[in-house]
């Protein structure tokens, strides 16, 4: 639980939106084709390719909001692949620099929102324990504002569901320390509010394995073991095409088989 735990809030952003349905659109001006020729690539798990041309796009148009988006979402992904927190930290910060000039561009929009919430969890991450408590309590406000723009909006639920779900099972040493700084921890957070938002983000994307796998875990923590083996069993049904995905299909299989034996 421990490790999960601290992996808690990236994945958020790491299978947060499939390529094919994150951020399309958004205002984007000029280098049309650049921004065809990038989301193509995307929508091929090409990843490091489409940022390229995001960047790209950036370097002669600074406040395409769509490429700022995009561009924190795959800096986010990319970064959390190394094991070396070094290289992990110059992708998370440039996820956070991206995310911030698209919030400062619309800061009621459900993506600059969303995209704030994943580049300050991934980077809280990598950060000490004074400010990953603060990254984490911070990106509550951008969730929030992300589902007020867009109750449908199935990262932003994934997320909000990883944050109770992080929050509900602080340690004693976190407990006190979100106290001392914030004033206390959240009283809405719980293990059931953290599998209805995840339950939510599978009614708007009822593809995504790693919702499936994050609900698991949580209704593994609530000793919930037959909607957690409901969950996996729904989760092993879903077409693969990544090898996170088929990473994530390995662990839902390994943790059905551990729980059909309780």
């Known amino acids: 639980m421990k490790q999960y735990l601290k992996a808690v809030i990236l994945a958020c952003t790491l299978c947060a939106a499939s390529p094919a349905n994150a951020w399309a659109g958004g205002g984007a001006s000029g280098n049309t084709e650049l921004m065809k020729r990038a989301e193509q690539l995307l929508n091929s798990y090409k990843e490091s390719e489409a940022l390229r041309l995001y960047e790209q796009v950036l370097a002669e148009s600074p ?7 995009k561009a924190s979402f795959l800096h986010t992904r990319i970064g959390d692949r190394f094991l070396d927190e070094t290289r992990k930290l110059e992708h998370f910060s ?4 991206y995310a911030l ?23 809280a991450m ?19 504002a992300a589902l007020a723009d ?10 909000l569901g990883r944050w109770n779900y992080k929050m509900a099972n602080l340690n ?3 407990k006190a320390a979100t106290k001392m700084l914030f004033g206390g921890v959240c009283g809405e957070a719980t293990n059931e ?11 708007y994307d009822p593809n995504n394995i790693q919702y499936y796998y994050d609900l698991a875990c949580v209704y593994k923590e609530m000793k919930n073991t037959t909607a957690c083996i409901s969950t996996l069993q729904k989760a092993l049904t879903l077409p693969l095409e990544t090898k996170e995905e088929l990473e994530l299909s390995r662990r839902c299989s390994i943790m059905l088989q551990q729980q059909q034996k309780i």
């Open 63 to 69: 406040e395409n909001y769509a490429a700022l988006c």
């Open 126 to 144: 990598v950060s000490g324990p004074k400010e990953r408590l603060a990254g984490i309590h911070q990106m509550k406000s951008f969730v929030d």
């Open 193 to 203: 509010s953290a599998a209805e938002a995840i339950e939510k983000a599978i009614t």
């Open 94 to 97: 440039k996820a956070k620099e």
């Open 172 to 174: 004693f040493a976190e």
């Open 150 to 159: 867009n109750n449908q909006h199935a990262g932003a639920w994934h997320i």
């Open 101 to 123: 000039k698209a919030y400062e561009l619309q800061p009621e929009d459900a993506e600059a929102n969303y995209a704030m919430a994943v580049a300050l969890g991934a980077k």
